[in-house]
């Protein structure tokens, strides 16, 4: 009888020049908040790796990004519940999800609204979850697989202003190493990365503000924010056969902020 983790771990070779265990050519991969940001970074990051890339949002923009790396859209909201089922039942099985779709709400956690944790907890939390679950049997049908989600340096720290968003990232972290202490024997990994401050739309309005720009900037060892080009390369890393031994872990992509 094969064995299922055959594919996992058989020997590879280089395609057009990429290293064999950084490429993705024959693997089908689901990326949630792909119409920009950190979300379109990695959908483009492995289409550029041969991997065939569903894009997943609910800004109809999607379907030019997708366009754009000769991928395939689905235009829907994750927090309706029915939409992970129906997202799959097209696409097939699947070997890679990335759960990319997130929002912040800029309040503090005493302050917060009903409808605004509601839809923290929804987007950042149960939508990750439900796609997760949905996932499992396409890729245990595959013989294993890897799931990534973008977590965020606030779940490991108390930020001001943000403690419902750093919460719903907590939770998301804790969820990803359970899921992967679970799912291990069935050759599914789950990883995250989180990442600092990152020039995307979330942060736009927080890093136009010069003076506390400039007092971010200072607190980063790198000495700036970083461009979503730069969450691909860790992302790749942990979705690839080069981290075929590494599951339940949440890589801080953050330019040494949390050092500081």
């Known amino acids: 009888m094969a064995d299922p983790g055959a594919r996992e771990h058989a020997p590879q070779r280089a395609v057009a020049g990429r290293p064999a265990r950084f490429d993705f050519t024959g693997r089908t991969a689901l990326v949630t908040g792909a119409a920009g940001g950190i979300g379109g970074a990695i959908a483009a990051g492995l289409a550029a790796s041969g991997a065939t890339v569903w894009s997943l949002d609910r800004d109809d923009t999607v379907r030019a990004a997708a366009d754009r790396i000769g991928g395939h859209t689905i235009v829907g909201d994750v927090r309706d519940p029915g939409l992970p089922e129906a997202a799959l039942s097209r696409i097939g099985d699947v070997d890679l999800l990335v759960l990319a779709a997130g929002v912040q709400v800029r309040t503090t956690g005493s302050g917060i609204t009903e409808d605004d944790w509601q839809r923290l907890a929804d987007v950042n939390l149960s939508g990750p979850y439900r796609m997760i679950r949905a996932a499992v049997p ?3 049908r595959r013989g294993g697989g890897s799931v990534l989600a973008v977590s965020s340096m606030s779940a490991d720290r108390a930020v ?3 403690v419902p968003y750093g919460a ?4 998301l972290s804790h969820l990803i190493r359970g899921l992967a202490v679970e799912l291990g024997e069935h050759r599914i990994r789950l990883n995250g990365i989180a990442p ?6 979330m942060t736009g309005s927080l890093l136009a503000d010069e003076e506390r720009a400039a007092r971010i900037r200072e607190r980063i060892p790198l000495g700036r924010p970083a461009d979503p080009e730069e969450m691909v390369g860790p992302s790749l ?3 690839s056969d080069a981290a075929a031994y590494v599951t339940g872990q949440i890589l801080a992509v953050d330019g040494g902020y949390a050092l500081s």
């Open 160 to 162: 001001a202003g943000i």
């Open 196 to 201: 600092g401050y990152v020039l995307t739309a």
């Open 168 to 171: 719903t990232k907590a939770a």
């Open 237 to 239: 890393f942990l979705l």
């Open 138 to 140: 396409h890729l245990r």
